[in-house]
């Protein structure tokens, strides 16, 4: 499980798996101790939060995959920067993004060629829990 959280960011770390008959469940934490802040570039140690996201991605072997990731809040010393707070950056999933971009991309593969509710019913069959709205939400982010 390791190597698949290193296909998403090198930096994952695996903390705990649970795997059962429908789902696999990951919890996973980056492992380096700095962030560069995203707004201005400046580089931050001191840490103001931690939250956990819940990150949907593409099946394993035919199981519903989610990584609950351990996420860190950064403070910005720099004192031009207009943020105070950033959270980490994550390569495979947008900032508020309950998906990677690879499951995006491939509930849009789906999704381009049929009606959003065809679709719905495709995708809930084994790829992810979605409903049609959201479908159309990302056929129109695309658009």
Do not use: W
């Amino acid at each position: 499980m390791q190597e698949l959280l290193k296909t998403l960011d090198p930096d994952l770390v695996l903390v705990e798996a649970f795997i059962d008959d429908k789902k696999i469940e990951l919890h996973a934490r980056k492992e380096t101790s700095e962030e560069a802040c995203p707004y201005c570039g400046e580089k931050s140690r001191g840490v103001h939060s931690v939250y956990h996201n819940n990150i949907s991605d593409l099946p394993v072997q035919e199981k519903l995959l989610t990584i609950i990731l351990e996420r860190r809040v950064f403070f910005c010393k720099n004192p031009e920067c207009d943020h105070a707070r950033f959270p980490e950056t994550l390569p495979f999933a947008t900032r508020y993004g309950r998906r990677t971009i690879r499951l995006d991309e491939k509930i849009r593969e789906i999704a381009l060629n049929m009606s959003a509710r065809s679709a719905k019913k495709v995708i809930n069959k084994g790829i992810a829990r979605i409903s049609d709205d959201t479908i159309l939400r990302i056929l129109k982010k695309t658009s």
